[in-house]
């Protein structure tokens, strides 16, 4: 089974910094999917970048882009020129597309705090 | 608005009432996931449906819980019997099989049900 793994809980960040949340995951599978969803205080899931394993470049969505190891299992997310609206909880998370789409597999979570 | 709609977003029920959850994927979507998120905590995954088909209930407890996608109209979750531990932000999930859309999950607002 897969699993996905966020180990910092809790991160906080200055406005106009930039912040990189960290996310593992466990897979013998060779191709997936990865994404990273926000949740704010609202707690709407909301998509902020996707990566697909067999793309060795990395996603970027604006001031969102991801370092992708795939021999590391290893897809961070690097928020840059922070913004008060990125406060929210930050879930990353894995999907294995065989024979159709599969569940998405969620990390814990990492709650970002953008600080003025 | 054509994305992922659920009804209620609120629901308050007393234990032992019954619980129904309503979502209406995005349009041209076929494929729809319910995932359950207690406090503090990630999405877990419950089920996963096709129209008139359940493709994946591991997620789901074998008692009380029931789930299921008519070929006509929405997908609906059935708690029955509910109890205080039933007590969580339900979230529905749609996604299409088009190469296009890249085996990208989209989440409603989720429903929230509180069990007094």
């Known amino acids: 089974a897969q699993t996905v793994t966020q180990s910092q809980p809790e991160m906080s960040v200055q406005e106009a910094e930039t912040v990189t949340l960290s996310c593992t995951y466990d897979t013998s599978e060779n191709n997936y999917y990865l994404f990273w969803y926000k949740q704010p205080p609202s707690r709407q899931m909301i998509l902020v970048i996707r990566q697909e394993a067999y793309k060795q470049q990395n996603a970027t969505e604006n001031r969102f882009s991801v370092n992708f190891q795939k021999a590391a299992k290893s897809f961070s997310l690097k928020i840059s020129d922070s913004q008060l609206g990125d406060t929210a909880m930050y879930f990353c998370?894995?999907?294995?597309?065989?024979?159709?789409?599969?569940?998405?597999?969620f990390g814990k979570g990492t709650r970002l705090s953008v600080i003025a | 608005n054509a994305g992922v709609m659920q009804n209620p977003r609120h629901l308050v029920r007393r234990r032992g009432q019954e619980a129904r959850l309503r979502c209406s994927p995005m349009?041209?979507?076929?494929?729809v996931y319910w995932y359950r998120q207690l406090p503090e905590e990630g999405l877990k995954f419950m089920v996963y449906?096709?129209?008139?088909?359940?493709?994946?209930e591991s997620g789901m407890p074998k008692e009380r819980f029931s789930a299921e996608f008519p070929k006509e109209g929405p997908s609906i979750l059935r708690i029955q019997q509910v109890v205080r531990g039933d007590s969580a932000a339900y979230f529905c999930?749609?996604?299409?099989?088009?190469?296009?859309?890249?085996?990208?999950?989209?989440f409603g607002e989720g429903s929230w049900l509180t069990v007094v």
């Open positions: 449906l096709q129209k008139e088909n359940i493709i994946d």
């Open positions: 349009k041209g979507h076929s494929h």
């Open positions: 999930a749609s996604s299409s099989m088009t190469p296009s859309s890249g085996n990208t999950i989209y």
């Open positions: 998370a894995f999907m294995k597309p065989v024979s159709g789409n599969t569940p998405l597999v």
